[in-house]
């Protein structure tokens, strides 16, 4: 191999330029174009050191070309010079700007405290609906479907999401609306009907069937858990509804007439079914469609029905001045910030932590019920909500699992 000549430029007091020559001669090949007869080659590399000790391009076009005549020209082709020393990656404006700036700090237990707050919002809403007195089930969801359209609006005007949403979504928008307005009325008229302990129980139970029409409808895995905790979901609704061809005529612990509380129980489990198929639906329109599209559909939708229904049953009544006018905005502005925050906590947290906080719903619908209407529970309906909180509880432990596993 030939010599190698080092020169070094100093262009200023904080930056030197190096220059690598490497000079080969070979007798083998003529060239005509070389005056000294001798066959050349030069392969030159510049290095452009900076006083933070980074390696950086030089972007004059003249360099460039002398660098690349000089590297096809090389017996090692494109193999750098660069001595492993100063073999230092370029730094991007990006990560100069990313590194000075420090990386914002989230609270770990932010998506499980909204979760909690959307958790007690649902269950102060039941409770108002106990209260009210004089007004039927689908009246106060119209009244409910009305105030949330009104909310609704203009936050699908501030993010122009639009009212109709995607064409090829506006069917599954049409099913998620009636099947969960549907579910809401279902689960109104089941709390003025039986204990309010008791159909939030059976409410709650809808987890459970999520899975399956989920295995059904969207070909998702289904094991034999699901079929398990299937059984004991069923369990604990039999046990809260205690069906008197199973425990007689003479019970104790039911609200008001048996028939009125085989009704709210019908209506409780039919309100989970509807429940289970709306988070399915949701499930196929994915992140496609914009949260608040979906639940202005449930709002129209919803309000549409209501009216039509209450119309038909002749059920339309003012409600009284004052306290009930009251309770029932407020039923409205907060089956939107529990959807609200129910949103935001499944965005931030995974959906087993999140289902298992929701646990909640049952320990506050107790507690509501022994405070406001001083009604202990059964021991029946103690047994019912244990098989359908261990249900729920599993379904949403053995998703959390599979889903850290995989991540």
Known sequence: MGDCNHHCNHESEDDVTVVFHKVDRGGDDNDDDDDSGDNERQATEWIHLQSNCRVSCDD????????????EHSPEGKASLCPPAFCVRPASREENAREGQEKPKRCPGLGLFYAFLSTVFFSIITLLVKTIEGVHAIEISAIRCFFQMLFTMPLLIYH?????????????????????????????????QMPLADATVIMFSNPVFTSLLAWIFLKERCTIWDCVFTVFTITGVILIARPPFIFGQHLRGIEGDYTNHIKGSIAAFAGAIGAAFTFVVLR?????????????????????????????????KIPFCGRDRWMLMLIAVLGIAGQTFLTKALQIEKAGPVALMRTIDVVLAFTFQFIFFNRAPTLWSLGGALCVVASTSGVALRKWCSSSRKS
Not at 168 to 176: A, E, H, S
Not at 296 to 316: D, H, P, R
Request: hydrophobic share 40%; proline share 1%; aromatic share 16%.
């Open 60 to 71: 004059d076009e003249e360099d460039a070309r002398e660098e690349t005549r000089g590297s």
């Open 160 to 192: 122009k999401t639009g009212f109709l949403g995607p064409r090829d979504k506006r069917i599954y928008l049409v099913l998620r609306g009636f099947i969960g307005s549907n579910a809401m009325i279902l689960l109104f008229y089941a709390v003025q």
């Open 284 to 316: 196929k329109i994915g992140k496609s469609v914009h949260y608040y599209l979906s639940v202005w559909y449930y709002a129209v939708i919803g309000f549409i029905e209501c009216i039509i229904t209450v119309s038909i049953l002749g059920e339309w």
